[in-house]
């Protein structure tokens, strides 16, 4: 059966991408789910910290792995001698980002494969960038993330 990773900067984790990694979970024998160190964007939550929330988030799905990662997603693939990357894709405008992705990684490593997995009906406007914003603000985050990560968001803004 066929090892998987799901990449992402989790920053935080959302419900949505629990959703796409159970989801993929069922689809190959293991799941790593790879946390990466250095996104081009602005982190609030350190790689540890978005590790220990992913663990938390997934910890009742038994072939899941979670592992922070730094560099190449590609080369992360094949330390972890994956055979597919997992993508998730909430909008349309998802499709075009993730079908470049796609196409440069096929070119960095032919043998590995993207799979896109449509997001859940009720997670498609969900975003980490929207959560934290929402968060920042004082507003309620309860119902787009865990428990664990709703504290953590509070913790972080002081709210």
């Known amino acids: 059966m ?3 990773i799901y ?3 989790f920053d935080p984790v959302t419900n949505g991408h629990i959703d796409i990694a159970a989801r993929a979970a069922k689809l190959f024998e293991t799941l790593i789910v790879g946390v990466y160190d250095a996104p081009p964007k602005r982190l609030l939550f350190s790689t540890e910290e978005r590790v220990a929330m ?3 988030a997934l910890r009742n799905v038994p072939n899941v792995r979670v592992e922070g990662y730094s560099g ?3 080369d992360f693939a094949r330390r972890v001698n994956a055979q597919v990357m997992v993508r998730g894709l909430r909008v349309v405008s998802d499709f075009e980002r ?3 992705l796609a196409l440069a990684n096929k070119k960095l490593g032919a043998e590995i494969e993207t799979v896109c997995i449509m997001t859940d009906l009720n997670a498609a406007f969900l975003s980490s960038s929207l959560i ?4 920042s603000l004082g507003g309620k985050v309860e119902e ?3 428990p664990h990560v709703a504290a953590a968001l509070r913790r972080a803004y002081g709210v």
């Open 132 to 135: 934290k914003e929402i968060a």
């Open 7 to 9: 990449p992402g900067s």
């Open 54 to 56: 992913m663990q938390e």
């Open 72 to 74: 190449l997603t590609i």
């Open 98 to 100: 993730e079908m470049q």
């Open 144 to 146: 787009f993330v865990p």
């Open 2 to 4: 066929l090892r998987a």
